[in-house]
Every structure is written in C-alpha cells, then in structure tokens.
C-alpha cells in the first residue's frame, strides 16, 4: 500500500531522553507533533504544541513507541482455553499443540494467522517475532513451494497491517540423538544443511525481515548448530533459540554432552548480539555471564512460563550482567505486552520479597526498543526523527487509568492499562487502530472465532 505523509498529535508522549533527563529511558512530553513521511518514518517532532492544529490527527492518552512482540507462535492462539482446563505438564500441554499443529494447512494458518496479528495490533504491537517451525506437510512431505507456511504468515501480517520478523526455525530432532516423532516430521528439514537451503529462499519486503531461530539443543544436532549460525551471521540477521526452559532439557543436555545448554551454544558459536535466548529460565552463574559476557539478549515471556508453571526466569541477573531483555507473548494465553512488562517485575517482587526491580521506563524499554532490536529493526521503538513511524497510544481516561497526573503517565500504563486501554496503532506512518477498532480487518473476535473453529472440527 502507497504510504502518505501524515500528521499526528499526541496529547501526551514518551520521548527519547534528552542529556539533562534523570531518567535514561525516556521523558513524558505533553502536546507532540509527529509528523510522518511518504517512507514510512518520523520526519520531525515537536513539542509544547497545546491543540491539534489542522489536519493533525488526535492520539488522546500517552503515545509510545510502538510494541514489539519478540516472540510468538500464532498457531498457539487456538490452544487458549483448551489447556487451561485441568492439570499437567509443560510435555501434557505440548501434546495437544502437536495436535493443532498436525491440522494446519498454508490457507488455515494464513487466515488463523491475520486475525491473531490483527489481534496483537489491537493491543498496541507494531512488530512480531514470529518463531516458525511448521515448515512441512504433515508426515514431512514438502508443499510445492517449500516455504508456503512462512509465506503465508508474512503475508498475514501485511494483511493485519504489521511488521513481522519470521523467525525460521530449524527443528531437526525429537531429542538428544533422536530421529523426529511423527508430528514433529513436519517441523523438520533433515539437517540443518536443507534446511538453511529452504530458508534462503525466503526473501524480505518493507513490512518483514527474515531470521533464523534454533529450536533448542534438543531439536538441533550440536554438530549442526554453527550451520544455523553462520547462516545468521552471514545475513546480519536475528537469531533466536528456546534456552533452558524446562529443567529436563538441562538434565538431558548434561547427560548427553556434559554441559549446560548455553554452554553448548556458546562452544557451537551461537551466542552473540545478534542472538536472543528465550526464556532462559533455568540458568547457572556460568550461563548468565555466558549470556551476559557474549551480548546474547534474553526475551522474557512471563504470561506464558507461568501458564506453563515453568518457573520464574533471572531477569534482573541476566540484565545486570549486560543482556538486553525483550518481552514476548510467546503461546498467547494472553496477547498483552503490558501485562508482560508489568509481570517481569511482579513475578520477581513474588520470587525476591523486594519491589522496584526496573522503572516503569525500563520496563517499557522492554517492550518497546529491547523488542525491535532483537528482531533485528535497528533505530525503531523511539519516538525520534528518523526512526520507523510506529505509535502506540494507551487510553489515560479509563476505569483502569483514570486518576494519575500526565508526569505519572508511564506508571499508569505499564502496572495498571491492559490491551484493552490501547486507544491507537500506527505502523510506517499508517493508523490501523483508531479508537479501538481494526482499520483493515474490521471483525477480529469474528474472525479469531471462525479461523480457530476450523482447526477443531
């Protein structure tokens, strides 16, 4: 779509710091004009503007980079509400994955696909890391084009009107030197050779980038991992891996190699600035100053490790040690990011008894320029000339942020709004949510409902 240059006012913003700011992260601006160009990005902002002057498009509420979603599987989406009910494990809970995952099609996972993207535009997210490994047909037979799967989740976001940063998954084994179960058979490519050959077939467009992910070290062979990285490092792309989730996987890790598995990565090549750890909730010193040392971020998707009763990750360890923290939704259980912001700090106020482990600023941080760098869109989560047009405005007048002052408006949205507050999304200058409702896919609950539907029957 042909992009045009537009004006915006935000009745209050979250700017970059200036040097004389207290707070690193960012201040809080009342009256801001953003102007946008035909590229897509912020040509100029300009602040103590009281009124919208003409043909400026009022943001009321507090205007925020947009947010970006670092880690995502938009097929998870139909598993909310079936594995809530009763009891289990993180491996019960796979198993009915594996089940949904066996009856997507390219046509099915696209529809699914747009409406779970256009779900995260409603809730303020501009970009999403997709981690994709339903690469193949059931059983492993390859569709005509080899990368339909992934086409169609590129193309899902064009249509949500996102970005999308897809996140190709190399998913070899079902364990330690253990050939693939039948419904992983379409997760996997043989070896990390076909894979990366499948991969480079994939090419970007202005609203995506292309990625690489290692599944985890159970699902990739150690001799294959340095091909997925060089792959990466070649390209200058993301590379993201599932780190230490379960505690069996590290069990399984030392009793196959005689290490922890971001050791094994770190012996392998695959750490490094370009990478981000997901998850990375069971962690030894050595790892975290592994992570920390080699630059590797750590996405944290709270929602989900406790809806899986994985434990609570070492974020303030893993941050203080110098890895950049990133937030995800990861298998959607909720689509909210600053339900994730809010819970990274919560669930560590549970686990050390101590509150004020990150600002609100920090946390929005997070979920802001910490998610758009480890997805490989440098310059974007600022609200600053230059950077990629993508606006998030969080509702100050509802049940849930009525009351605060303008100067508390960043604390108000990251412990008290949720994703219903998000008020407007623009994306490269384009709004796609106006005051609440999806500009380019005008029924999402019904088309949330019908595409879900259609993976139970």
Do not use: K
């Not at 920090?362 to 758009?372: K, M, N, S």
């Amino acid at each position: 779509m042909q992009l045009t240059a537009q004006t915006y006012w935000a009745e209050h913003a979250w700017l970059p710091a200036g040097p004389a700011d207290g707070e690193p992260a960012g201040r809080v601006e009342s009256g801001v004009l953003v102007e946008t160009g035909a590229d897509g990005r912020i040509a100029a902002v300009t602040g103590g503007v009281a009124t919208p002057p003409p043909g400026a498009v009022p943001l009321r509420g507090l205007t925020v980079p947009g947010l970006a979603n670092a880690h995502s599987h938009a097929f998870h989406r139909a598993l909310r509400g079936t594995v809530q009910a009763g009891s289990g494990t993180f491996w019960t809970w796979r198993d009915v994955m594996y089940q949904v995952a066996s009856r997507l099609t390219p046509d099915s996972y696209f529809t699914l696909a747009r409406a779970v993207y256009a779900e995260m535009a409603l809730a303020g997210i501009t970009c999403v890391g997709e981690f994709h490994y339903v690469h193949h047909a059931p059983g492993g037979t390859r569709y005509a084009d080899p990368n339909a799967m992934g086409e169609a989740l590129i193309e899902a976001a064009a249509e949500a009107g996102i970005r999308i940063t897809l996140l190709d998954t190399a998913y070899l084994s079902a364990g330690f030197g253990e050939p693939p179960t039948r419904p992983q058979l379409r997760f996997s490519d043989g070896t990390a050779d076909a894979w990366a050959e499948r991969a480079a077939a994939l090419t970007g467009r202005p609203h995506a980038r292309i990625g690489a992910a290692v599944h985890s070290v159970r699902a990739v062979p150690a001799p294959q991992l340095a091909t997925v990285a060089r792959w990466a490092a070649d390209r200058a792309a993301p590379l993201h891996v599932h780190l230490s989730e379960q505690t069996a996987e590290n069990d399984a890790c030392r009793a196959a190699h005689g290490r922890t598995p971001t050791r094994l990565l770190a012996d392998h090549g695959v750490l490094g600035p370009r990478t981000t750890a997901v998850h990375a909730t069971h962690l030894t010193d050595e790892d975290i100053a592994l992570l920390g040392g080699s630059g590797t971020g750590v996405c944290m998707c709270p929602t989900t490790e406790r809806d899986l009763a994985d434990g609570i990750g070492p974020a303030p360890r893993v941050a203080a040690a110098g890895s950049p923290l990133s937030l995800g939704s990861d298998s959607h259980a909720v689509i909210d990011l600053l339900e994730e912001a809010r819970a990274m700090e919560l669930n560590e106020r549970l686990n050390a008894r101590t509150r004020g482990h990150w600002t609100a600023a920090r946390l929005l941080t997070a979920a802001t320029a910490g998610g758009h760098a480890a997805l490989g869109w440098d310059g974007a989560g600022r609200i600053a000339a230059g950077a990629p047009a993508d606006l998030t405005t969080v509702a100050l007048d509802s049940v849930r942020t009525a009351g605060p002052p303008p100067r508390l408006a960043v604390e108000t949205a990251v412990f008290a709004a949720t994703a219903a507050d998000v008020r407007h999304t623009v994306v490269a200058g384009r709004q796609v949510v106006r005051d609440g409702h999806h500009l380019l896919v005008l029924d999402v609950a019904r088309e949330l409902s019908a595409s879900i539907a259609a993976l139970h029957d």
